[in-house]
């Protein structure tokens, strides 16, 4: 697949990891810092974050990459030539990390539990491209959960693409009636 016609660099997997990986500890080390944050609070924003991205992930999908170009464009070709692997332009992934990373930070005035909640966003980002060249990777991934994420993956690659956008789980498209099921 050719890269998208940015004049910036394009990061490919796993080097496309590299910038949230280092917002994601960014993150962690604010989030250990805060005073306020407890054993408790702590890992419930971080899960509510990394809930929250599943649906992030859904609507990015489903609206940005095949409905906004240019990412629709681009998006486009992942999908005639899904077996190349991806790369990720480095405008794009900061467009997508900076907001994470940031907003909950600037719409919370404590910030170790906006970091908390953003720790868990940038995990569900880390989770989401991992599995997702996982499932460009494998011919038939093993484990029960894989598989049926790979199952529905490969369907909406190869018979509609207007079902089953999400890649860590396919709660969403049922919620939102977008499921193969349907």
Known sequence: ???PPLNATTLGFPQSLLMPSVAALGMLGL???APAVGWLVGPMLMATGLCAWTLLEYLLHRFMLHGVEPFRGWHLQHHLHPDVPMRTPV???LMLILPVAGLPILLHTDTGP???????LLVGHLLQEIVHHRLHMATRPVGAWLSARWREHDFHHHRNEHVA???LTGF?????KTSVAR
Do not use: H, I, P, Q
């Open 1 to 3: 697949m050719r890269n």
């Open 172 to 176: 969403w498209d049922g919620v939102l």
């Open 165 to 167: 956008y999400g890649t």
């Open 91 to 93: 405008v794009s992934s």
């Open 114 to 120: 906006a970091a908390a909640l953003s720790f868990g």
């Open 31 to 33: 989030w250990m810092r």
